[in-house]
């Protein structure tokens, strides 16, 4: 039987008859995969505990008629223990993943959309920042690379200098003046500041704002990706801000 | 593809949890093959439990009246109440016989990717039950996998400031496996050695 080995981060997980599980991974060179685990319910072995939403594996498969079969798990980074001890890590989190199992096809590599999930869940577990920073900063990247970057300078729709006091969703960011479409934001000059500092990873930027310019960077991150996404993201409404 | 009826019968056998096409046909071709009297005692089982099992209305749990039987039992303490996710662990941890409390069963547990937030579970429920300071120790026994430990550390977040001892199972429990399938043993020595939060 063929076999194969890649690393991954696990995206989700659901019960499959008795005792196992079809465990759906973000993997470095298979793009997602879902695959079997079997037994993990049952089984004391550490095998199932490596399998949990937010643990970075790296594990070997089979290739099977269907769905490839889990064979052996080595754990690389144990992020879920510290992300479901916190609930504010726990729903940020749970929205990355929902959005990289979106962006990511099956069987499509995406090296650059799983460097950036693994080091967002890295960094959301080691508490280095807020987790809802976190989670905007990875929307913005992820959408980026997906080929829908924000502007946040120039207008997004003419190329005007910026920056700009009004931003569109539908046209891709900041816009100048004329090209302003009626109902278009008009978010405070640091909330602009500080989607473009999440969108570049510029942290110091990002750490030093404050609470307000958050929640309303925040909800122009969550309307832009809804925007691109065709389907709501369910995870998005459970995320707890603090 | 079968004709009418059975094919019908084989669609319904398969959506039910782990039942996989080839399992529905065996059931499907045995139920055909089967005597009509041992067919008409499913009939009326499965008519029964829909019509007259429901959920408890203090704790969730599975009753065949307003309340379960553990809420009925007078010989049990009210002053601690395990939560779980399901029935079925109301079961799992009842052979144990480790506990002599109360249950409250959440109804699942919080995943959000699966559309399932804190206000789709029992914890308001719970929460009401808390008031009167009758209880005084609430054991958080939900599944040791990822939603079940954030609907832990939920749980405990609302609890711990109420002055409530917040206790969660001792690991040693199979992570990533189902609390229904831990052995009693194993299950009775997680309750023993359950450990207190704090704040
Ligand atoms: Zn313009
Ligand atoms: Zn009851």
């Not at chain 2, 009939?43 to 009925?72: P, Y």
């Not at chain 2, 547990?109 to 804190?118: M, Q």
Request: glycine share 8%; hydrophobic share 40%; charged share 25%.
């Amino acid at each position: 039987m063929r076999t194969y080995r890649d690393e991954g981060v696990v995206l989700r997980t659901h019960k499959l008859g008795e005792a196992d599980r079809i465990v759906t991974l973000l993997t470095r060179e298979h793009g997602v995969v879902r695959a079997v685990a079997k037994g993990v319910r049952r089984t004391s072995s550490k095998f199932g505990a490596r399998l949990e939403p937010f643990m970075h594996v790296d594990l070997q498969l089979h290739v099977g008629r269907n769905l490839d079969i889990v064979t052996q798990v080595e754990m690389i980074g144990p992020y879920a223990r510290a992300i479901v001890a916190d609930y504010a890590m726990y729903t940020s989190g749970t929205v990355m993943l929902e959005t990289a199992e979106r962006l990511v096809d099956e069987r499509e590599a995406s090296l650059q959309q799983f460097r950036l999930l693994a080091g967002g869940v890295r960094s959301l577990a080691a508490g280095e920042h807020a987790p809802s920073l976190v989670l905007d900063s990875y929307l913005l990247r992820a959408l980026a690379i997906a080929g829908w970057a924000p502007s946040f300078s120039e207008c997004a729709r003419c190329g005007a200098p910026g920056p700009h006091h009004s931003f569109a969703v539908a046209l891709g960011g900041s816009v100048c003046l004329r090209c302003r479409p009626p109902g278009a934001a008009s978010p405070a000059p640091e909330t602009v500041t500080l989607l473009a500092a999440l969108l570049a990873g510029d942290w110091e930027v990002a750490d030093a704002s404050q609470e307000r310019h958050r929640r309303e960077a925040s909800g122009l991150v969550a309307a832009y990706s809804q925007f691109h996404l065709e389907r709501r993201l369910r995870s998005l409404p459970h995320v707890e801000r603090v | 593809m079968y004709e009418g009826a059975v094919q019908d019968l084989i669609d319904e056998l398969g959506r039910l949890p782990g039942v996989g096409p080839k399992s529905a046909q065996r059931i499907a071709f045995h139920l055909l093959a089967a005597d009509p009297d041992e067919v008409k005692r499913l009939v009326d089982a499965l008519t029964e439990v829909k019509n007259k099992v429901r959920f408890c209305e203090r704790c969730g749990n599975v009753a065949q009246d307003e309340l379960c039987r553990v809420c009925l039992d007078p010989r049990r303490s009210d002053a601690t109440i395990c939560v779980v996710e399901e029935p079925k662990d109301v079961v799992a941890i009842e052979r144990t016989r480790e506990f002599r409390g109360r249950y409250h069963v959440l109804g699942g547990a919080i995943n959000p990717i699966a559309g399932v937030g804190p206000d789709d579970l029992r914890i308001a429920g719970l929460m009401s039950r808390l008031q009167d300071g009758t209880v005084t120790e609430v054991i958080l026994a939900t599944d040791p996998n990822v939603e079940g430990e954030a609907t832990a550390t939920y749980l405990a977040r609302l609890l711990v400031p109420m002055g409530i001892t917040v206790s969660r199972l001792a690991s040693g429990l199979p992570v990533g496996g189902d609390l229904e399938y831990a052995d009693e043993v194993t299950l009775g020595r997680a309750f023993e050695g359950r450990r207190r939060i704090s704040a």
